[in-house]
């Protein structure tokens, strides 16, 4: 069974930083499109960063461009998301998706992605 494990989450103050890791296991996870989805209390799960399975393409909110980085290492399975200069509106469980495999388009919606993980909470005081 495939599982994505999120880590890295806790509380920051406003203009702090944290990195996100996501470990896959059982997924033959240089196939598979990756993607990292926040949700807020009363808020929608928003696209957030994805990452192509060859890993030559990156996406980005708009709204996190400048901020966030989202990179994969293969070797360990792991998909991060290292997040600068965090405002108390980034506040949200974050997870990681995987999308695959050898999907052609990054996917934005979270309907088109297989497997999720249980999520990991950022809190950023101001």
């Known amino acids: 069974q495939v599982q994505l494990v999120e880590s890295g989450g806790g509380l920051v103050q406003a203009g702090g930083s944290l990195r996100l890791s996501c470990a896959a296991s059982r997924l033959t996870f240089s196939s598979y499109n990756m993607g990292w989805f926040r949700q807020a209390p009363g808020k929608e799960r928003e696209f957030v960063a994805g990452?192509?399975?060859?890993?030559?393409?990156?996406y980005y909110k708009d709204s996190v461009k400048g901020r966030f980085t989202i990179s994969r290492e293969s070797d360990k399975n792991t998909v991060y998301l290292q997040m600068n200069s965090l405002k108390p509106e980034d506040t949200a469980v974050y997870y990681c998706?995987?999308?695959?495999?050898?999907?052609?388009?990054?996917?934005?919606?979270?309907?088109?992605?297989?497997?999720w993980g249980q999520g990991t909470q950022v809190t950023v005081s101001s």
């Open positions: 998706a995987a999308d695959g495999p050898w999907v052609a388009a990054m996917a934005t919606g979270g309907e088109d992605y297989d497997y």
């Open positions: 990452i192509r399975w060859s890993g030559g393409r990156t």
